[in-house]
């Protein structure tokens, strides 16, 4: 019987490999998953209250909750004064604390990567790990982190999915500032604005920080809004629980680049991949600080040409390249600089277009600034809202023609003025 020699197939076409490619990305998102939340703020700012309000809605929701109880409430209670301490003990006490905190958060993020085979979990870390670089000195800090053996970019931007501050209420709601429902909180109006300031300055450079003011006519609407807040930044619905936050969106004509004050500084690319449904986008982001990178996939579903839910999953770096093998290869990369910063309550990103810049901007610098707010398109932010150092030229929010995605598009059809 003569033998029959197999001849092997042609590779796939790029398109094939894409298309394959493409089906895996709705299965990244239909996965259980672990939802990391810390839950940050001032003293008197609602948060315990607000946490068990969080933890409550989620586990209605089907999920599986876990809640990492705050280590220096533990740690104080057991009778630390804390202004009684010396400068080394407040070192170690500092430094212990840190510790405290990553094992307590280690033991639920472990039992959650069990969980996660089987249901959604939400992991709520009361205060998160960059909280204690606000009661000690930078070079403090920075000394416990050496012993510790630890990465301020791993802890800042990595470690969680979303960090979401509450204001004190000795900001706003001084009525309503107490010490009666902690026995460790000693703080007075005054310390209480202080720390706020420097616990959500601790953020600064998160790419997902929400900070939650009291311009609320009840701590209820409070409460609503950390519920909204956290269900839009997952991708789920929250029936209207409160008011969304939306992104506004400005074109900066100048920028006094010598009177920024504190910031942190990000290298951003964003890669758009093929999609067989136009009313989908995906895309893949490299954000990256002193040479660590983190990488997100994120996928834009369109209802109506104004609304459009996202969702968003970090990945590794080898998902990431990977993905980037469906890059469409109808767009640009987008590169941008990147600073985030805090002013008043409102935490803003503003995004420098860098070279080679996209066909469409027509070699005219783009400079953009975003911030979340439930102040509606088109009203003013209160006064004093808007950083001083910023000249804007107008708002863009919702024009389809300084959208990423139309920005990406290699066409120099319809290029824009951006002096007009």
């Not at 000394?143 to 979401?164: A, F, P």
């Not at 609320?216 to 609407?221: G, Y």
């Not at 910063?341 to 503003?350: E, G, P, Q, T």
């Not at 783009?366 to 009203?379: A, D, H, M, N, S």
Request: aromatic share 10%; net charge negative; hydrophobic share 35%.
């Amino acid at each position: 019987m003569a033998s029959t020699s197999t001849q092997p197939s042609d590779p796939p076409l790029e398109e094939e490999v894409q298309q394959r490619l493409g089906s895996s990305i709705p299965l990244l998102f239909f996965q259980f998953r672990i939802y990391k939340l810390a839950l940050t703020g001032g003293p008197c700012s609602g948060k315990t209250t607000a946490l068990e309000k969080l933890a409550s809605f989620f586990r209605n929701m089907g999920w599986l909750v876990y809640t990492v109880a705050e280590a220096a409430t533990v740690l104080l209670g057991g009778g630390v004064k804390f202004s009684n301490l010396g400068e080394d003990q407040v070192f170690g006490f500092q430094e212990d604390l840190l510790a405290t905190m990553l094992q307590m958060e280690k033991t639920y993020f472990r039992l959650a990567e069990a969980d996660k085979k089987k249901t959604n979990v939400l992991v709520i870390c009361d205060r998160g790990a960059m909280d204690p670089s606000a009661y000690c000195s930078t070079d403090d800090w920075i000394n416990i982190l050496d012993k510790l053996k630890l990465n301020q970019v791993d802890l800042l931007c990595n470690r969680y999915d979303q960090v979401v501050h509450l204001v004190t209420a000795a900001i706003g709601a001084t009525d309503h500032y107490t010490l009666e429902n902690n026995e460790a909180r000693t703080e007075g109006l005054q310390n209480a604005v202080d720390f706020d300031q420097k616990t959500r300055s601790c953020w600064i450079g998160h790419p997902n920080f929400s900070i939650i003011d009291n311009n609320v006519a009840s701590f209820d609407e409070k409460i609503n809004k950390l519920i909204q807040i956290v269900c839009d930044r997952i991708g789920i619905p929250s029936d209207g629980v409160a008011d969304g936050s939306m992104k506004r969106k400005w074109l900066l004509e100048n920028v006094d680049w010598n009177n920024f004050g504190v910031f942190e500084e990000f290298q951003i690319e964003h890669v758009y991949l093929v999609s067989t449904n136009a009313n989908i986008q995906h895309r893949v982001r490299r954000r990256t600080q002193n040479g660590q990178s983190m990488f997100t996939l994120t996928t834009r579903e369109y209802q109506t040409d104004d609304e459009y839910t996202e969702k968003r999953r970090n990945v590794n770096k080898e998902e990431f390249t990977t993905l980037l093998n469906m890059r469409d290869h109808g767009k640009s990369s987008i590169l941008k600089s990147r600073r985030c910063f805090i002013h008043m309550n409102l935490y803003f990103k503003l995004d420098v277009y860098l070279d080679p810049l996209p066909l469409k901007a027509a070699g005219l610098p783009l400079i953009f600034l975003e911030t979340l707010t439930t102040v509606r398109k088109g009203t003013e932010l209160p006064e004093g809202s808007m950083p001083p150092f910023l000249q804007i030229q107008r708002e863009i929010t919702g024009d389809p023609q300084y959208s990423m995605h139309s920005l990406a598009k290699h066409t120099k059809e319809e290029t824009f003025d951006a002096s007009s």
